[in-house]
Every structure is written in C-alpha cells, then in structure tokens.
C-alpha cells in the first residue's frame, strides 16, 4: 500500500467513528501529563504544549488530514464550554472575598487586557502585518472559543485566532510563575488573577496547581478579560482600522 492510499485510509478510519480521534487525544493528554510528573511538574514541561506537539506528529505521520481528526474529536471541543461554566464552583468559594476586592480587580482586569492587545497591535504593526492579521492576534488573550467570535466579528481569521490563542495560553502557563516570582508577586490571588487575564484557560489550568485560590481568581479573570473583550474590541479595532492598514 503506498503513503498516499494509506493516508486515504487512515481518513476514511477517523471520518467513519469518533472513537480513534477521542482515543488519541485523551491518550496524547495521558502521555503529556506522564511526562510532566516524571519532569517534576516543570514548567516548562507543560502538559498542553506537549500534547500540542505529539498530536501534530501523529496527524502527520498518518497523514490524517486537521478536518477529518476535528470532526471525530468534536466532543472535547464541546466539553470546553461545560468545562469553563464549571470554573464558577471554585469562584463561588471565593465569593466574599471577589466582593472586599472588586476595585483592585477591575483596574487589574483593565490594565491587563490593555497590555495584551496593545502590544499585539504593536507588534503586528511592527512587523508591518495586514489589518486581517492585526484583528487575528488581538484577542490573543481570551479564551479560545470566545476569541475566534471576537475574531470573526473584527475581520480576522478564527483559526489563525485559536493558534495564537492557544501559543499565548501555553507561554503563559510556562513562564508566568517565572515572571511573577521576579517582580516579586507572592499571594495566590493576585497571581492567579494575572494568569487568568493574561494566559485564559491553559493560565487557569496551571493556577489551579498553584492552589484553589490561585485557580478561582484565574477563572474570574479569565471571564472578566473575555467579557470586556467581547465589549471593547469590535468597537476599538473598527476605529483604529484606518491607521492600521
């Protein structure tokens, strides 16, 4: 059998049954997470980045096209919603306390969210990019399902949208705790809180390793980010379209 018909095969498998995509994504995850336990939970070792990579490997080397893998794995792309929702359980312990901090909060949550489009755009500018490029990378920051909406409102490309998205969640998991232990940041919640707005959910994900507190506060920071987003970006990218191009 040649590569080609192999491949054809290999498609015709994954299109016929959810079952080998399903299969192969939660076994990647179960490898990643091996691996960053045998690494002693090294940043740098993150479960997501790695699964990422392994996944893109085995796609290739079965030469099983993106659409037909996506198709099969579709369940776990609809746990996301379920699996954000349920971020509210840990935030509703921390409820009293959200309450005592909501000012420090909300400037937090604007300085932040300004950061993380502004130098976007900057570097989009700075590398002389096209303006489809430009409202792609803007919402890098928010969580991915509501990014790519965000994106396909402002004019740019939602897959190009989730891969930016997804790289920024996984640089932030990674180097977040490295940044804020040298800008000498130490309470769980104001680390957790800049996870969440600066890195979404693959921020979340890594607070939660850090503690419950760390991990509610990244989860409200998160919403509050995609929220403002949601809000702000189709007003401002529009505005700023004429400059940009």
Known sequence: MSIGELSVSVNAIVAASPLPALTATVGVYIVACRLHTLARKNPLANPVAISVLLMIAILYLTGTSYSAYFAGAKLIHFLLGPSVIALAIPLHHQMPRLRRALVPLLGGLIAGSATAVASAI????WLHCPFVTVASVAPKSVTTAV???ISAKIGGLPSLTAAIVI????TGATLSNVVLDTVGLRRDDVRGFAMGVASHGIGTARA???SEE?????GLGMAMNGTMSAFVLPVLLPILSGWLI
């Open 122 to 125: 900057a570097i989009c500018v």
């Open 167 to 170: 790289l920024t969640g996984i």
């Open 208 to 210: 939660f390793q850090i």
């Open 147 to 149: 990014a790519m909406l």
């Open 214 to 218: 760390a991990g509610a506060y990244s």
